[in-house]
């Protein structure tokens, strides 16, 4: 093989390789894990995004809030049914991550709600946002724009605003 080609196709090889979920950041004891968002319909209002947050710190921390300058307003929600509808109520108090545990913002029907995107997101696409963290601070993350599976992320349904 041309010796080009063999090395092109060698680190085609090694991005291959890298798994889908290979996406995260790291502030302090704080690992964020694949913040993901689901694509929605062309002229959704609204787009779902979930994360896997690990506090590996010896002390509690919380997620306070999201920002993105890709919407309107991020706000954190959980989606509570009651008589067989969901209804989303904000999480005033954050998201509490416990000293040496994961927590995963899609547990239990929560979820970041990012308010009128500033245009459609595609597969493939990444937001752009930042995490608030109480103690941690600040860091600026993207939120990969993943098909809508058949395989609905558990807890987040269709959910009426
Ligand atoms: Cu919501």
Redesign the pocket.
């Known amino acids: 093989m041309h010796k080009l080609l063999a090395v092109v196709f060698a680190s085609f090889l090694t991005l291959a390789a890298q798994p889908a979920f290979a996406h995260g950041f790291k502030l302090g004891t704080i690992f964020i894990d694949h913040p993901m968002i689901q694509e929605a319909p062309p002229n959704a209002r609204?787009l779902?995004g979930y994360v896997t947050l690990q506090n590996n710190g010896s002390e509690d921390d919380r997620l306070l809030a999201i920002e993105s300058t890709a919407a309107k307003k991020v706000?954190l929600?959980q989606?509570v049914v009651t008589d067989g509808i969901a209804r989303?109520q904000p999480m005033t108090d954050g998201l509490a991550l416990p000293a040496g545990q994961i927590v995963w913002l899609g547990d239990n029907g929560t979820?970041a709600?990012f308010v009128q995107p500033d245009r459609h997101y595609a597969p493939g696409d990444e937001v752009p946002a930042v995490l608030v963290f109480e103690k941690a601070g600040r860091i600026e993350v993207t939120f990969k724009v993943e098909a809508r599976g058949p395989e609905l992320t558990p807890g987040h349904g269709e959910?009426a605003?």
Request: charged share 10%.
């Open positions: 609204v779902g706000e929600h989606s989303m979820h709600m959910h605003h």
